[in-house]
């Protein structure tokens, strides 16, 4: 089976992208960045300026057509600037996400023979420092010649990134600025603009080499399926790092005149969200998740009334939602009852958006269609995608105009998608990488001859809609040899109140079990109400509770009925404490490593296994 997004955007690069961009919009708040207390606009005119100021100074310091810069960085108006400098200098930059220690930026650092380096803050900086200081080919880096940082350091950098502009404005006649444009615009759409380290879960990271082109076609085919004004503001969180946050938070919203506000931090989100009031947010489920347990974890404690009429507006939005989804205006009754569920329950939910918001985003792994109907039922769209970092990302996405929820839409124009006979996701189309950096074979393995992708997912088409059934190498094999797709199974678990987080384990076992980190605050809330209560000093004893494990078995379970036998967990296991990126549980982008779970509760997991 096979669909296709239609005719392809022409080529183009992400430097045409940026001087149209800048000609067209004359935004005083292209860039909103939160100092000392409130946010600050930067304009389209300023983003230009010092955007040419640092090539220019990076062009000084004998950075060459095809280099590489490293980028080591949150996400901050200095980000784009950077990253805007490197690209229109003819540069390819290698982004760094700045949770990694040392070593594993030292490894990309060493492998994509970066000539130099933007930092951030002190921290980072102290990073680059203790590399360099560093003795031995592991740990040397012949290729790293400057450094360079936001914040003032002090001695740790070669410059701050204040001194690199200053370097490049020494010539600003008319005739340098136009010959720094052309040199701009004649870099070609298949050179290289970024090299992508993956996460490296299974193995060394490899370096995905984007081209210009691969992530121009995509915003262009992205910027004509989803409308925008000009008058949008984008709340930026997500690293900048990952593909999926740098072609849909940053390069999206700057060529369609979108403001873009950088979050102080990922735990900020909801306090920025009122601060400035976005109109379009890109996140993975993980935030969706969270903010549906919030919700209904407000309504439950609230009183008697409070439950009822939440319940109720929650049934109505429910009914109305069926009626849209299934293609019909809602009328009579239900119309106007629906009106007053928005007035009492969701208008609540919608000013802690800010109140303006015209839809979500959510990629980077499925959501549960649960979850999506309930905003969507709310009034709140998420318009879920699908892709991958060599896919620039966008292979897939549903728009306000197709828009099917359990599915992340149709192939965006000039993409092609078939399922292979095992069921994997192939795809192909302007925006496939040009390969892995360093790595032939791995290249070769992943896209073949005929220039089809695989993805490594399983998936469907349904009319045209793409629907992700699980991730290849996730797919449980057990010891009897029955196939599980565990991510729908831990999608509907997530759902429940008492559950943070669900990994469903069991290849090669006689059956799957699931370990689950508890939502405490509810799960506490239920121990406390117990007659007697339930009296715990730490959360492992809690856990340890015959009673406790019975409840959580139960809601556990209780959320699979009507799931295939062979499929249902057998046995349910606590973890104390939720998952983080600090103990490599977590992708910079939320996913859980499975094997990583695997193997650091490998005493949990075996133990439930025992005397089976």
């Known amino acids: 089976m096979q669909a296709s997004g239609g005719s392809r955007p022409a080529p183009g690069t992400l430097n045409q992208l940026f001087f149209d961009a800048v000609s067209r919009f004359n935004r005083p708040d292209a860039l909103q960045v939160k100092v000392d207390g409130s946010y600050k606009p930067i304009s389209h005119k300023e983003v230009e300026a010092r955007v040419r100021r640092a090539a220019a100074g990076l062009a000084r310091l004998g950075a060459q057509p095809g280099d590489r810069v490293a980028l080591l960085s949150e996400n901050r108006p200095e980000w784009a600037i950077a990253d805007f400098a490197c690209l229109t200098a003819g540069l390819a930059d290698v982004p760094i996400y700045p949770t990694l220690p040392a070593d594993q930026i030292g490894y990309i650092l060493r492998d994509s023979s970066a000539i130099g380096i933007f930092v951030s803050t002190r921290a980072q900086a102290e990073k680059i420092a203790e590399l360099r200081a560093q003795s031995g080919p592991a740990a040397s880096l012949p290729a790293l010649r400057f450094f360079i940082s936001f914040d003032q350091v002090g001695e740790l950098a070669d410059m701050s990134l204040d001194q690199l502009e200053r370097t490049g404005s020494a010539d600003e006649s008319p005739a340098a600025l136009a010959a720094y444009k052309q040199r701009a615009l004649a870099v070609k759409p298949d050179e290289v603009a970024t090299i992508i380290y993956t996460s490296g879960t299974t193995g060394e990271p490899k370096g995905v080499m984007l081209s210009h082109d691969n992530i121009f076609s995509n915003v262009m085919s992205i910027k004509d399926a989803i409308p925008f004004d000009g008058k949008d503001v984008c709340l930026s969180f997500l690293p900048l790092s990952h593909i999926f946050e740098r072609t849909g938070g940053h390069y999206l919203p700057f060529t369609t005149g979108t403001s873009i506000a950088y979050a102080e931090s990922i735990d900020t989100v909801p306090i920025n969200m ?339």
């Open 274 to 612: 009122g601060e400035v009031k976005p109109t379009v947010v890109l996140s993975v489920p993980r935030l969706y998740e969270k903010m549906y347990a919030r919700i209904l974890e407000t309504a439950l404690s609230g009183g008697t009334m409070k439950k009822k009429i939440f319940f109720w507006a929650k049934g109505v939005a429910d009914k109305w939602a069926d009626e849209k989804l299934a293609g019909r205006t809602p009328g009579g009754m239900l119309e106007r009852k629906y009106a007053i569920a928005q007035k009492l329950v969701f208008s609540k939910l919608k000013a802690r958006t800010g109140g303006r918001l015209r839809y979500f985003v959510s990629g980077g792994a499925p959501l549960s269609p649960d979850i999506n109907k309930f905003f969507y039922a709310a009034g709140l769209e998420i318009l879920e995608g699908y892709g991958l970092t060599e896919t620039s990302p966008v292979i897939a996405v549903n728009t306000p105009d197709a828009f099917r929820i359990g599915t992340v839409g149709r192939p965006i124009a000039g993409t092609e998608v078939k399922i292979a006979a095992d069921g994997e996701i192939l795809a192909r189309g302007p925006q496939i990488m040009k390969g892995y950096f360093n790595k032939p074979e791995a290249t070769r393995e992943a896209i073949d001859a005929d220039g089809w992708f695989h993805t490594g997912d399983i998936g469907e088409l349904r009319d045209g809609y793409l629907a992700i059934t699980d991730r290849k190498k996730d797919i449980i094999v057990t010891a009897g040899g029955k196939n599980i797709a565990p991510q729908p199974m831990e999608n509907k678990v997530k759902t429940n109140k008492y559950v943070a987080q669900a990994v469903m384990i069991g290849d090669k076992r006689k059956f799957p079990v699931i370990l689950i980190v508890p939502n405490f605050d509810q799960l506490e809330k239920w121990a406390m109400r117990q007659s007697p209560p339930i009296i715990w000093t730490a959360r492992a004893q809690l856990l340890k509770m015959p009673t406790i494990q019975m409840k959580m078995d139960k809601e556990v379970l209780g959320e699979l009925a009507g799931v295939a036998h062979f499929e249902i967990p057998k046995k349910v296991g606590l973890l104390e404490h939720d998952f983080t990126l600090e103990r490599g549980e977590l992708t910079p982008t939320q996913k859980v490593k499975r094997r990583v779970i695997d193997k650091t509760y490998k005493a949990l997991i075996d133990s439930l296994y025992e005397g089976s």
